[in-house]
Nanobody
Framework: QVQLVESGGGLVQVGGSMRLSCAAS????????MAWFRQAPGKEREFVTS????????DYADSVKGRFTISRDNAKNTVYLQMNSLKPEDTAVYYC???????????????WGQGTQVTVSS
């Protein structure tokens, strides 16, 4: 089992920045790929970004490329999502996920955090 706890959400103005953190515990070695997904009201959960075990490979949704950066500190079992130039359409609940395989599909990730709300205000 892997437990994931997100933090860092809140209210930010358009154009602002925010950093989310996801602390992992448990059998993290069994699910080394980490990712962030988000779900806006009335919409399906969508892929945002993912990172492999070593941090050498990342993937981003087109909507966040150039604005968001995923990183990880394996010594702390923590993954970060740095979000810059935030837009109102970034408003969503952001979920951290862990899985064995690298990919963009939610079905590839076995473990999920409880989510943290990010609201971008204009």
């Amino acid at each position: 089992q892997v437990q994931l706890v997100e933090s860092g959400g809140g209210l930010v103005q358009v154009g602002g920045s925010m950093r989310l953190s996801c602390a992992a515990s448990g059998r993290t070695y069994s699910s080394p790929t980490m990712a962030w997904f988000r779900q806006a009201p009335g919409k399906e959960r969508e892929f945002v970004t993912s990172i492999n075990r070593s941090g050498t490979t990342t993937d981003y949704a087109d909507s966040v490329k150039g604005r968001f950066t995923i990183s990880r500190d394996n010594a702390k079992n923590t993954v970060y999502l740095q979000m810059n130039s935030l837009k109102p359409e970034d408003t969503a609940v952001y979920y951290c996920a862990a899985g064995r395989l690298f990919g963009v599909s939610a079905s590839r990730f076995e473990y999920w955090g409880q989510g943290t709300q990010v609201t971008v205000s204009s």
